[in-house]
């Protein structure tokens, strides 16, 4: 594709310019940092093929990560009860969650606007097919020999992530777009 725009890059999954990015540009070491920062806690290899997902992340810490730029760069702790209440609605129990600034709201605006790209005309796009049609954001993924299929889409507020594979690494012989978007 020759120079592409980051837009362009990340709508279209050009695996080359991304990589290209992180190593020349932005660095691994800093990558990293980022990553870990919004919520990665699983280990991530010091690699060239970062940026392209080499390391295996779950789908909480990916879905939760993305809920930063859906946020405005606040990153809140995931948490699996919100509240408990009686018959009678009365609070019995109540987790709130562990908010804190870890982007500046201008860098989630721009990855946000960004990734709108990928839902209106890029690998996300299939999503409009099925009846979707509010502003949303998010990015497709496949992993090496469709190992793995996923999609992690949001909008202001609400992030939603779906992984489609196997226990036992088995091709799913889908992409992000065809297994995990539907």
């Not at 020759?2 to 992180?22: D, E, F």
């Not at 097919?129 to 949001?154: E, L, M, Q, S, V």
């Amino acid at each position: 594709y020759g120079p592409v725009t980051i837009r362009k890059m990340l709508t279209r999954s050009i695996n080359v310019a991304t990589a290209k990015l992180m190593n020349e540009r932005v660095g691994i070491k800093r990558t990293v940092n980022m990553a870990e920062s919004m919520g990665i806690k699983s280990p991530l290899a010091h690699v060239p093929s970062l940026a392209l997902g080499s390391s295996t992340v779950n789908v909480l810490e990916i879905t939760s990560a993305y809920g930063v730029w859906a946020n405005q760069g606040l990153r809140a702790e995931p948490i699996c009860i919100k509240y408990v209440l009686d018959r009678e609605d009365n609070i019995l129990e109540e987790n709130l969650p562990n908010v804190k600034r870890v982007l500046e709201k201008n860098v989630a605006y721009l990855m946000t606007h960004i990734m709108k790209g990928v839902v209106d005309g890029g690998t996300g796009s299939k999503i409009r097919t099925y009846g979707f049609k509010r502003p949303a954001a998010g990015k497709t993924g496949t992993t090496n020999d469709y190992t793995d299929a996923w999609f992690i889409g949001y909008i202001p507020n609400l992030v939603t992530g779906v992984w489609v594979g196997f226990d036992d690494p088995e091709s799913t012989k889908r992409t992000g777009s065809e297994a995990a978007l539907p």
